[in-house]
């Protein structure tokens, strides 16, 4: 911490804020997360970028990257049929909230076509069957160039590993927090038949190993016996949407640390 506030003085730079962690009090890794004002950033920052590697990276054997507030990063996604978290995330990203740039809306399916179409926003249709996943996928691969993360906005069709490696950004996805107790199709209405209390969702990173990436947010809500599997569904559906929301918010401020398979977010 003190290197790291000792060069940014040097350069000038105002710290607006400072979060760190450590995995353990003794022999853990240490975390950090520091955003700072730096006049010219633009024409300062090879300089800066230099130093701060041979004077405090190769030190302390640091991983570290620097971005630039500035500048948004390019955000895909990627939807089926279901509109809510879509709408959801084009709502924010039209107000200013989502701190991304939306380039591109690609689906499966053309029902939301329309809806996408009223942001002014590209939308792709890359119909995906089981004899042309390959195929749908090279689309897909050729439509997300450039960009710097993918949102999976309910995308119900499973990424290959190979797809994932190609791609190289991350993605983040959404589902219902029924898992992995009810997996495949109608989870709110076996959910239902069991009593459950608790609905939620789940914001993750996308990994080869299903619906098994590291967890950036979850949230839940209480429900009872009285709600039946409509009631179950609409809460469902706004935890989903505002879960993604904030996950994909923290993704673009550089808030979240993936360390050892989990996430740190600061």
Not at 90 to 111: F, I, K, M, Q
Not at 134 to 159: C, F, K, N, T
Not at 198 to 203: E, I, P, S
Request: proline residues 3%; contains cysteine; hydrophobic residues 45%.
């Amino acid at each position: 911490m003190a290197a790291v506030s000792g060069l940014l003085h040097e350069y000038g730079a105002n710290i607006a804020q400072s979060d760190q962690y450590s995995t353990s009090i003794a022999g853990g890794t240490f975390l950090m997360r520091v955003v700072f004002l730096l006049p010219d950033l633009e024409q300062r920052r090879a300089a800066f970028e230099a130093d701060f590697q041979a004077r405090i990276a190769q030190q302390y054997g640091m991983e570290w990257s620097l971005h630039d507030t500035a500048v948004p990063k390019r955000a895909a996604i990627l939807v089926s049929r279901e509109d809510h978290c879509l709408l959801d995330l084009l709502w924010r990203g039209r107000r200013g909230e989502l701190g991304l740039d939306v380039g591109l809306v690609a689906s499966n399916h053309t029902d939301l076509a329309d809806d996408v179409a009223g942001f002014g926003v590209p939308f792709e249709h890359v119909p995906v069957t089981k004899d042309t996943k390959p195929q749908s996928e090279a689309r897909l691969l050729e439509l997300l160039h450039g960009y710097d993360v993918v949102i999976l906005a309910r995308y119900m069709q499973i990424l290959s590993g190979d797809f994932l490696q190609q791609l190289g950004v991350p993605v983040i996805n959404i589902h219902h927090s029924f898992l992995p107790a009810f997996v495949g199709a109608q989870p709110y209405e076996r959910a239902r038949v069991r009593g459950v209390k608790l609905v939620g969702a789940t914001a993750h990173y996308v990994t080869e190993e299903l619906d098994a990436g590291p967890i950036i947010e979850q949230d839940v809500a209480r429900v009872s016996h009285n709600d039946d599997v409509v009631a179950l569904k609409a809460v469902g559906r706004d935890i989903e949407r505002t879960v993604l929301a904030r996950a994909v918010i923290w993704h673009g401020e550089d808030r979240v640390i993936v360390h050892d398979g989990t996430t740190v977010v600061l």
